[in-house]
Structures are given as C-alpha cells and as structure tokens.
C-alpha cells in the first residue's frame, strides 16, 4: 500500500530554519505532484507548497513564498520543505501529500490529493 512517512520537525525559535522531509513507498513517485499542506488548532488545513511529478514547476502559498522551498529527489522518492525565517504563525502539523494525476502540475486544492502522510509537528517559539 501506498505510505508517506514524514520527518524532520520540532521545536525551534523564530527565525530559525527547518527542513521537513517525506519519504514514499507503495507507488511510482516519479510521475505525481507532491505537495505540503498544514493545519494549525482550530483551524482548517491549509496548502503550504506544490510541486510537479518533475520538480520543474512549484507553487507556494503567500505566506510561505520568499522562506520556504519544495524540492524533489525522485530517485530517492522524497520529497523536502526547506523552511526559512520561521515565525510563531507557521506552527502547524505539516504534512505531505501525493496528487491523483499522473504527470501533474502543482495543484492546490485539499480534494486533489489521495495519499498522505501522518504529519510532523513544527513549533515555532518567541
């Protein structure tokens, strides 16, 4: 069966730098979009970052532009977040995603995507 398995969160002061990453098995990586959403208490999950079955196209989120970056090692089937200049705002249960189409572009909504991973915590402190 198809699982993402995600890693690389934690504690960590604002400004500082996290990278998230999702490593997947059960299906052929190399061929579908990838992308990262999260979800804060209290608050409806929320798309983060997209990328391509390729890694040539990406997708960011507002708030996300400009600090965090979605990249892909197809060969090694994961898929990373690098998280920069990190702000008390972006503590959320990130987690990733693998979209329905094959040979997809990013793609933004929550409905589009049929596996996912557990989550990993990101707190950001004051």
């Known amino acids: 069966q198809v699982q993402l398995v995600e890693s690389g969160g934690g504690l960590v002061q604002a400004g500082g730098s996290l990278r998230l990453s999702c490593l997947a098995s059960?299906?052929?990586?190399?061929?579908?979009?990838m992308g990262w959403f999260r979800q804060a208490p209290g608050k409806e999950r929320e798309f983060v970052a997209g990328i391509s079955w390729d890694g040539d196209n990406t997708d960011y989120t507002d708030s996300a532009k400009g600090r965090f970056a979605i990249s892909r090692e197809n060969i090694k089937s994961t898929v990373y977040l690098q998280m920069n200049s990190l702000e008390p705002e972006d503590t959320a249960v990130y987690y990733c995603?693998?979209?329905?189409?094959?040979?997809?572009?990013?793609?933004?909504?929550?409905?589009?995507?049929?596996?996912w991973g557990q989550g990993t915590q990101v707190t950001v402190s004051s």
């Open positions: 059960g299906l052929i990586f190399g061929t579908y979009p």
């Open positions: 995603a693998a979209g329905r189409t094959m040979y997809g572009l990013p793609i933004r909504p929550y409905e589009e995507y049929i596996h």
